[in-house]
């Protein structure tokens, strides 16, 4: 854990809460974030960080109690196979450059959610947009495309939205075929084959 009064720069800022570094410099430079400007760069106390990283926060809550609340920033994760299977580039290559990053945050969501048993996730297209710094009405065109490709499931139930990860994720490499190195099976030692983290998503 840093020290309260601990100088961060963006970089470890952008670790902490997961946020874009440009939605966190238009925060800075619009006041929602206080920050001291170091040159050409910026520097946040953690102490700063604390109305964030609060269980209270409420643009945490209008997702869910689990999905993206602040103090499981430090562990959300997805597994690491997924990025070195070849999909971050078959999706920004289909849909553009900003694909990747909005699936890695639903992931991300659903991997911190738990996986529930019906496998829906709530979500706020406002505060996905938010995190990862792409337009929400883009946010929305992206998650539609990936429902569309049959990555994601969207449904709703009155004003609550959700998704729901299709799996097994299609992949252009297979896990059988990444080093374990980069998460996948390849040169596993046997225990590791067990991990839920590094077979989540291949079962149905």
Same mark, same amino acid.
């Given at each position: 854990?840093?020290? =309260?009064? =601990?100088l961060?720069?963006? !970089?470890?800022?952008?670790?902490?809460?997961?946020?874009?570094?440009?939605v966190?410099?238009?925060?800075?430079?619009?006041?929602?974030?206080?920050?001291?400007?170091?040159?050409?760069?910026?520097?946040?106390?953690?102490?700063?960080?604390?109305?964030?990283?609060?269980?209270?926060?409420?643009?945490?809550?209008i997702?869910?109690?689990?999905?993206l609340?602040?103090?499981?920033?430090?562990?959300?994760?997805?597994?690491?196979?997924?990025?070195?299977?070849?999909?971050?580039?078959?999706?920004?290559?289909?849909h553009g450059?900003?694909?990747?990053?909005?699936? !890695?945050?639903?992931?991300?969501?659903?991997?911190?959610?738990?996986?529930?048993?019906?496998?829906l996730?709530?979500?706020?297209?406002?505060?996905?947009?938010e995190?990862?710094?792409?337009d929400?009405?883009?946010?929305?065109n992206?998650? =539609?495309?990936?429902?569309?490709?049959?990555?994601?499931?969207?449904? !709703?139930n009155?004003?609550?939205?959700?998704?729901?990860?299709?799996?097994?994720?299609?992949?252009?490499?297979?896990i059988?075929?990444?080093?374990y190195?980069?998460?996948?099976?390849?040169?596993?030692?046997?225990?590791a084959?067990s991990?839920?983290?590094?077979?989540?998503?291949?079962?149905?």
């Amino acid at each position: 854990m840093f020290e =309260q009064e =601990q100088l961060l720069n963006l !970089k470890e800022v952008s670790a902490l809460l997961k946020i874009n570094t440009e939605v966190l410099r238009r925060w800075l430079r619009s006041g929602k974030l206080a920050g001291l400007k170091v040159g050409s760069d910026w520097r946040v106390k953690y102490s700063d960080l604390e109305p964030l990283l609060s269980s209270s926060n409420e643009k945490a809550k209008i997702v869910s109690k689990k999905s993206l609340n602040p103090l499981k920033k430090m562990s959300t994760a997805c597994p690491k196979w997924l990025e070195y299977s070849g999909l971050p580039r078959l999706l920004n290559d289909k849909h553009g450059p900003e694909t990747w990053p909005i699936f !890695k945050k639903l992931l991300e969501l659903d991997f911190d959610a738990g996986r529930p048993s019906d496998r829906l996730v709530k979500y706020n297209s406002d505060i996905i947009a938010e995190v990862t710094g792409y337009d929400v009405d883009f946010v929305k065109n992206i998650m =539609q495309l990936l429902a569309k490709d049959g990555y994601i499931i969207l449904s !709703k139930n009155g004003d609550t939205e959700y998704f729901s990860v299709v799996s097994p994720i299609k992949t252009p490499k297979l896990i059988l075929d990444i080093d374990y190195a980069n998460g996948g099976i390849n040169g596993a030692p046997s225990p590791a084959l067990s991990n839920p983290c590094l077979r989540r998503y291949l079962e149905s």
